[in-house]
Nanobody, 126 residues
């Protein structure tokens, strides 16, 4: 059974930074495309960032490009999201997700995620 556990959320002031982690157990982490999504109150879950199984390719939502960095450590079965220059509109529950399908990076989206974490809340105050 694959389990994903996010950590690192919390309150932060606008302009500040926060780092999220997602530890994966029970599966073959190094073969999964991993990503982060977020869901603000009253809104749909949206894509934030994704990283290929090797870590060699990354992509971001326009809203976070240049501010957030996704990375992974296959030796530790963990994916990270470094969030800088945070804005109040970044406030959301952040979820990590894993896609085990071959070619999953190209079409990475919430509908293709096989494994989800329970989320961690990030609150950015102005």
């Amino acid at each position: 059974q694959v389990q994903l556990v996010e950590s690192g959320g919390g309150p932060v002031q606008a302009g500040g930074s926060l780092g999220l982690s997602c530890a994966v157990s029970g599966g073959t982490f190094s073969t999964y495309v991993m990503g982060w999504f977020r869901q603000a109150p009253g809104k749909e879950r949206e894509f934030v960032a994704a990283i290929s199984w090797s870590g060699g390719s990354t992509k971001y939502a326009d809203s976070v490009k240049g501010r957030f960095i996704i990375s992974r450590d296959n030796g530790k079965n963990t994916v990270y999201l470094q969030m800088n220059s945070l804005k109040p509109e970044d406030t959301a529950v952040y979820y990590c997700g894993g896609d085990r399908s071959v070619g999953g990076y190209a079409g990475f989206s919430a509908s293709g995620v096989d494994y989800w974490g329970k989320g961690t809340l990030v609150t950015v105050s102005s």
